[in-house]
């Protein structure tokens, strides 16, 4: 319990201190998007409806470095032919040990060691109308984030946290993050994504994401490179949200495929 305290405690304080610091601390980059999908064969939704098969997604993603450390953050409003609506948040900072302390912490293929938050926001339309704002829900994470240099990509990161969940046991979580770009003939592309791997529980199965895009730079043809993609988005999530296949009947393993474009801003 102390340790779940503390660990709390630090997500928390990650996510104010990123706050203020966003509006003090010297911003290095930052980039913003808009992206548009749409798929089918999507499984059990936050509702643990087992006829969401359709969706359309509206996708705001912003990602920033500043002198403290990084910044990621997405709000995906999803539309669902359930006829639920549901919207979903995850506020990701991360503050950097080698910035702050200004020695470089770099050692074989680790450049920097980062203290790493995130909070989960979700929410969703209740379709039969059975409550006011339907299920929400606040899940707080926090641990090690690593920096990492691989060839040939943009990035590759790694974070370990220690999950707090609203509605479940705690339980711990793998992330990687990554973007590798690439050309063919004249044509630029971009394949970026992130794998989630999170432990068991008292009452949750382990889970296995990997969600993937494949994206083709068409702003490049009217020289604005890297203004506007088009693309596909895969997921292969094994157990969806702790569920175990075949729980109560319900298909857990999701194998989607979604159309998508994305515009930079």
Known sequence: MKLTRTLLSMASGLVSLS???VTHAEVFWQDNSLTLLHGRDYKVNYSLSTDDTTRSVVTFEHASGHSWGDLFLFSDYLSSSDDSSELYTEISPRVSLGKL??????????KDVLLAGQVEL????DPDHLTATGPHFTNKLAGVGFDLAVPGFNYFQANVYHRNNDDAADNEQLTLAWALPFSLGSADFLYDGFMDWASASRDVHPSFNVTSQLKWDLGSYWGQPKS???GIEYVHWDDKFGIEDGT????????NVNLLVKYHF
């Open 19 to 21: 706050a203020a610091f």
């Open 101 to 110: 302390s200004g020695n470089e912490l770099s050692l074989g293929p680790v």
């Open 122 to 125: 979700g929410n969703m339309d």
């Open 228 to 230: 506007l993609y088009a």
């Open 248 to 255: 109560f009947g319900v298909d857990s393993n999701e194998r």
